[in-house]
């Protein structure tokens, strides 16, 4: 069974710091990877989707790697803002189903 | 292009009542998953739907809870006698092709407090 862990649970940072989230999972056969944000009573809004074959993909101030073989991947997000508070949700995709970790919480003070 | 259309956005029922969810996927995607968030939980999936077709209901509870993707019209998401463990966000998802191809795209959710 997939297991995802996301640590930490909770991260507050100032304005313009670097954010780095990480996640595991516990079984190396994945399809994808996918970060997304949720905020407060809201869906889920795709970041970044890393195929099994990638090692990282790119958008904007946010970057993502892939370590398939360690079962880890790291969200950087670069000079962070009051509007990238909310929480990170990591989920890896086997058989059809995506297992999601409980995510972190970020709060960016201004 | 519209993204996922859940409705409703919120919905009250009482112990025993009937829940019905509903969801319209994006434009051109024929591939409907379910997903549910219960509250301080992670999300949990629960079912994987083509037009007319089940394809994986394994994570679906085994009883009162069905799920269904007519030709026609939205996907249902059927809750029956609801309890109070079923107050949830329920999430719907959809893709062009089918999930091991590419991103899964999510509505809003459809928020179900039972009283």
């Known amino acids: 069974k997939q297991e995802v862990t996301q640590i930490p649970a909770a991260l507050s940072v100032p304005e313009g710091e670097n954010l780095v989230l990480n996640c595991s999972f516990t079984?190396?056969?994945?399809?994808?990877l996918q970060w997304f944000r949720q905020d407060p009573g809201k869906g889920l809004t795709s970041l970044l989707l890393?195929?099994?074959?990638?090692r990282e993909q790119t958008s904007g101030r946010l970057n993502a790697s892939l370590d398939k073989s360690s079962g880890r991947s790291t969200l950087y997000i670069a000079a962070s803002q009051p509007g990238d508070s909310a929480t990170y949700l990591c989920?890896?995709?086997?058989?059809?189903?995506?297992?999601f970790g409980a995510g972190t919480t970020v709060t960016v003070r201004a | 292009n519209a993204g996922v259309m859940q409705n409703p956005r919120h919905l009250v029922r009482r112990r025993g009542q009937e829940a019905r969810l509903r969801c319209s996927p994006m434009?051109?995607?024929?591939?409907v998953y379910w997903y549910r968030q219960l509250p301080e939980e992670g999300l949990k999936f629960m079912v994987y739907?083509?037009?007319?077709?089940?394809?994986?209901e394994s994570g679906m509870p085994k009883e009162r809870f069905s799920a269904e993707f007519p030709k026609e019209g939205p996907s249902i998401l059927r809750i029956q006698q609801v309890v109070r463990g079923d107050s949830a966000a329920y999430f719907c998802?959809?893709?062009?092709?089918?999930?091991?191809?590419?991103?899964?795209?999510f509505g809003e959710g459809s928020r179900l407090t039972v009283l």
């Open positions: 998802a959809s893709s062009p092709g089918g999930p091991n191809t590419g991103e899964l795209f």
């Open positions: 079984d190396s056969a994945i399809y994808n």
């Open positions: 890393i195929q099994s074959s990638q």
């Open positions: 989920a890896v995709l086997v058989d059809y189903k995506l297992s």
């Open positions: 434009k051109g995607h024929s591939h």
């Open positions: 739907l083509q037009k007319e077709n089940i394809i994986d």
